[in-house]
């Protein structure tokens, strides 16, 4: 995959150049704004030069590292502006995995307390002892009672929507 290949080199230069966070912090930055109707508009544009495209991003970006930006340029070069999100997603990924983080999110139809959370992390934590656990509550209110716990792509539902889905399947 295209993202992954890009992912793959603006990590590697981060990690080299001891900039791993800082680059993080500009894709939080992009997200921002390539969720934005003129910026995705602006960048498939094929009347739009490619230089117009750099001096933009240079003007816009003007904080961020040369390295970076110079990705940017590559991206623009290549007419692969229109992956950046996916490629910050990776790039996201790539860092959580080498920092051993994983990000769990715990949907429930009401917010759960803290001790709530902390109890489902430290049930996490016993799976998995190697990793700093990150836990968003995320409210469903569909889900009536209980929760469903997403590690990666694996879900735990112990919700009371599930349970009574599984009951009426089983009728």
């Known amino acids: 995959m295209v993202e992954e290949e890009y992912a793959k080199a603006i990590y590697e230069l981060a990690d080299e150049n001891n900039k791993i966070d ?35 991003i240079k003007k816009t970006f003007k904080s961020f590292d040369k390295n970076f930006l110079n990705f940017l340029f590559v991206l623009v070069d290549n007419n692969r502006m229109n992956y950046l999100k996916k490629i910050g997603k990776r790039y996201t990924k790539m860092v959580l995995e080498n920092k051993n983080i994983i990000k769990v999110r715990v949907f429930s139809a009401k917010t759960l307390t803290k001790e709530e959370l902390n109890k489902i992390k430290n049930g996490l934590k016993n799976r998995y002892k190697d990793n700093q656990i990150e836990i968003k509550n995320v409210i469903k209110p569909e889900l009536i009672a209980g929760y469903r716990v997403v590690v990666n792509n694996e879900a735990i539902d112990l919700s009371l929507k599930n349970s009574l889905d599984q009951l009426k399947k089983s009728l």
């Open 22 to 56: 800082e680059y993080s912090e500009y894709f939080i930055a992009l997200k921002e704004v390539d969720e934005t109707p003129d910026f995705i508009n602006f960048f498939d544009n094929p009347t739009v030069s490619k230089e117009e495209k750099k001096e933009v």
